[in-house]
C-alpha cells in the first residue's frame, strides 16, 4: 500500500475515533507533552488532523487504539459500580402547620384593606 494511501487511512479513523470516544485529559496532555499542533478554547480542543506530521499521527492513532479498550473497562466497571448501589428508602412524616391569625394595629389593617382593592 502506497504511504500516501496508509497515512489518509490513518487520518482517517483518528478523526472517526476522536468523534467517538471523550476528550480526557490524557490526551490533551498527550497534545502538549509532543508538542502536536492545537488550539483550545472553553469548548474543547481542536487538531487539525490534516496538518500533522507523521510521528505526531502516530501518536494519536496508539492513543485511540489503547483509549478504546480503557474506555470500555471504565464504562463497565461504573455499571458494576452502579449496580452494587444499595438505597434506603426513608419514611417522609407530613408536617401540619397551624394556621395563625396575626393581630394587626389599626395602621396595618388600613394599608392592607388597600392592597386587597
Do not use: A, P, R, W
Not at 490526551?27 to 502536536?36: A, Q, S
Amino acid at each position: 500500500m502506497d504511504d500516501k494511501l496508509l497515512e489518509e487511512q490513518i487520518k482517517k479513523e483518528i478523526h472517526l475515533k476522536l468523534n467517538q470516544i471523550e476528550l480526557t485529559e490524557d490526551l490533551y496532555h498527550l497534545l502538549c507533552e509532543n508538542d502536536i499542533q492545537h488550539t483550545s478554547n472553553k469548548n474543547g480542543i481542536f487538531v487539525n488532523i490534516s496538518l500533522l506530521d507523521e510521528v505526531s499521527l502516530m501518536l494519536l492513532y496508539n492513543y485511540i487504539n489503547t483509549s478504546d479498550n480503557d474506555t470500555e473497562d471504565k464504562i463497565e466497571n461504573e455499571i458494576t459500580d452502579f449496580q452494587n448501589i444499595v438505597y434506603e428508602k426513608k419514611e417522609v412524616k407530613k408536617v401540619i402547620k397551624k394556621e395563625v391569625k396575626l393581630k394587626l394595629d389599626s395602621l396595618q389593617d388600613k394599608i392592607i384593606s388597600f392592597s386587597l382593592v
